[in-house]
């Protein structure tokens, strides 16, 4: 099982980046695919996730209408759109998928997702 994060880097303040989820070695369609972040000194959080039937969920505190989370089941990959970086979005963004979240589990919860990617540095300027 393999998940790979791409697309970080260093961008201003108001401007945008797109991060990639490239996934191998299960049943890609099968699964919820989430995005987390974690800043430093700070606890991993939610961001967004989207199920196996393409439903998106987003956790507004974070992403207030300024992220857009896709899939593709073709290249089993996942996609995070973020517009209007802040500088208080500078953090690694992980990718993690769960195949429990399709059963009821919350997704909001990281222990519910049992792959990880090793992350992907965004660093965003003022």
């Known amino acids: 099982v393999q998940l790979v994060e791409s697309g970080g880097g260093l961008v201003q303040a108001g401007g945008s980046l797109r991060l990639s989820c490239a996934a191998s070695g299960f049943t890609f369609d099968d699964y919820t695919i989430g995005w987390f972040r974690q800043a430093p000194g700070k606890e991993r959080e939610v961001v967004s996730c989207i199920t196996s039937t393409g439903t998106r969920y987003y956790a507004l505190s974070v992403v207030k209408g300024r992220f857009t989370i896709s899939r593709d089941n073709a290249t089993n990959t996942v996609y995070l759109q973020m517009n209007s970086l802040k500088p208080e979005d500078t953090a690694v963004y992980y990718c993690?998928?769960?195949?429990?979240?399709?059963?009821?589990?919350?997704?909001?919860?990281?222990?519910?997702?049992?792959?990880w990617g090793q992350g992907t540095q965004v660093t965003v300027s003022s």
């Open positions: 993690a998928a769960s195949g429990l979240v399709r059963y009821g589990s919350s997704w909001r919860q990281l222990r519910n997702y049992g792959y």
